[in-house]
């Protein structure tokens, strides 16, 4: 049930690029990607529904694959306030379970 | 708009009591609410999906008898840890879904870290 993500951990200098995927096993509804900072609750970003959107806000953009079942979140020009874990949820549809991904640790370093 | 608290926000007991964290969504109605549990580095797990009138489903490997879930209204949910065990320190965080159709977005509580000692 729970998605997959890749890579569970990535280390970047300011400024640098990152992409991070996320894999399920289920037909999706919706995709929502999440920061969390150590100890406190997820953070919103941002949420993909069915149809192959592809969403963003400043330097932080997302893709939803559903024939693929996956999404991408892209982070560009990272500072160092992106640092954190990401993690996808998944819903397959607005009225199932919500599940996490495995989550991925993001460091961004001066 | 669409504030989720949790209470309490920390909690230390003893091996052998029972804990209640309360969920609230604030300034929503919530059909549906989550329970999530978090051990430390690790993602969050989904315990149950509590809704309002009705018995809470469990996630396969949770135990119903342990976790109870009570969810009497829209806008509140509870978390019963019983007889906690040391093994049941975690964070633990609810999310709320709103009642609008087609709103499949989280609100989530700043959860509530539990110790059992």
């Known amino acids: 049930q729970q998605p997959v993500q890749s890579p569970q951990a990535v280390i970047l200098r300011e400024g640098e690029d990152a992409v991070i995927n996320c894999s399920s096993s289920k037909a999706l509804y919706s995709v929502h990607w999440y920061r969390q900072k150590h100890g406190e609750a997820p953070v919103f970003l941002m949420i993909?529904?069915?149809?192959?959107e592809q969403k963003g806000h400043e330097k932080i953009s997302a893709s939803f694959n559903e024939k693929k079942q996956q999404s991408s979140l892209y982070l560009t020009a990272s500072q160092l306030s992106y640092s954190g874990t990401y993690f996808c949820g998944t819903a397959a549809n607005t009225g199932n379970q919500f599940y996490f991904g495995t989550g991925t640790s993001l460091t961004v370093i001066p | 708009g669409a504030v989720v608290s949790q209470h309490p926000s920390r909690v230390i007991c003893k091996s052998g009591t029972s804990v209640k964290i309360e969920c609230r969504s604030l300034d929503f109605q919530a059909t549906t609410m989550f329970w999530y549990r978090q051990f430390p580095k690790q993602s969050l797990m989904l315990m149950a999906t509590?809704?309002?009138?009705?018995?809470?489903?469990?996630e396969q490997g949770v135990e119903k008898d342990k976790f109870l879930i009570n969810h009497a209204s829209l806008t509140l949910s509870t978390l019963t840890v019983t007889s906690a065990h040391p093994e049941d320190s975690s964070f633990y965080i609810c999310?709320?879904?709103?009642?609008?159709?087609?709103?499949?977005?989280?609100?989530f509580g700043p959860g509530t870290r539990l110790t059992v000692t």
């Open positions: 509590s809704n309002e009138g009705s018995k809470a489903t469990y």
């Open positions: 993909l529904l069915k149809g192959g």
């Open positions: 999310s709320a879904r709103g009642r609008r159709r087609g709103d499949t977005r989280q609100y």
